[in-house]
């Protein structure tokens, strides 16, 4: 079947299920606001957000790079999204995993729930 029209899908709802599916601990992005801080105003923030993505306003911010060690003394770039990245990215996974989960077989398992 051909879809040509998702976007329907990323309501409040969805953005806010998104939102509380992020760890609270999360390491903020290259905005520094937390998950504390964005929730102080969930609604009005998502409200927000959810306006920006259906009139094409919305874009993505740069990640916040940071370097973790690895065991070898060499250091493994890391690049950190913003919460409403996070948020957005969460929200359209859960739309196209509905979608494309139909499609796996039993023995696929890279990046799949589960």
């Known amino acids: 079947m051909r879809f040509t029209a998702l976007l329907h899908h990323v309501d409040l709802d969805r953005l806010e299920a ?11 992005g290259v905005d520094g606001v937390t998950w504390r801080e964005y929730g102080r105003d969930l609604q009005g923030n998502l409200r927000d957000l959810h306006a920006r993505i259906h009139s094409g306003r919305y874009r993505a911010s740069p990640s916040r790079r940071v370097y973790i060690p690895k065991a070898d003394g060499r250091q493994r770039p890391l690049g950190i999204a913003t919460l409403e990245d996070k948020i957005v990215q969460r929200a359209v996974v859960e739309v196209l995993n509905a979608i494309y989960e139909e499609d796996f077989l039993g023995f696929s398992y890279g990046f799949r729930p589960g």
Not at 18 to 28: D, L, S, T
Request: proline fraction near 18%.
């Open 18 to 28: 998104a939102y509380r599916a992020i760890r609270p601990q999360a390491a903020p």
